[in-house]
């Protein structure tokens, strides 16, 4: 069975950092392109992190410089660490598998995880 399972998020005060995990089963992770989205309430989702199946990388401008995303191969896992949270950051934190290519201009998530919550507040 194919699965995405999210986990890391939390309650985080502002300038705070959290470490998010998407762990893969059924797949291996490295021969997809793999994308972080979050959803704000009252918002759309939105794309702000992927990265390739070649390790290419690309971050939204919003997380620029704050959050980096990585893979452990090993593991069958990506990571988005989050340094520097901002209250604006508060969101639904979801990994996709890609349905277009990391670094589009518009990411689309093709299969999804549960999603977890982030919360950036004092």
Do not use: H
């Not at 762990?23 to 704000?40: P, V």
């Not at 070649?54 to 896992?77: L, Q």
């Not at 890609?98 to 004092?122: A, E, R």
Request: charged share 15%; aromatic share 10%; hydrophobic share 30%.
């Amino acid at each position: 069975q194919l699965q995405l399972v999210e986990s890391g998020g939390g309650l985080v005060q502002p300038g705070g950092s959290l470490r998010l995990s998407c762990a893969a089963s059924g797949f291996t992770l490295q021969s997809y392109e793999i994308g972080w989205f979050r959803q704000a309430p009252g918002k759309q989702r939105e794309g702000i992190s992927c990265i390739s199946t070649s390790d290419g990388i690309y971050y939204k401008d919003s997380v620029k410089g704050r959050f980096a995303i990585s893979r452990d191969n090993s593991k069958n896992t990506v990571y988005l660490q989050m340094n520097s949270l901002k209250s604006e950051d508060t969101a639904v934190y979801y990994c996709a598998v890609l349905k277009s290519m990391c670094g589009s201009p518009i990411l689309i998530g093709d299969y999804w995880g549960q999603g977890t919550q982030v919360t950036v507040s004092s």
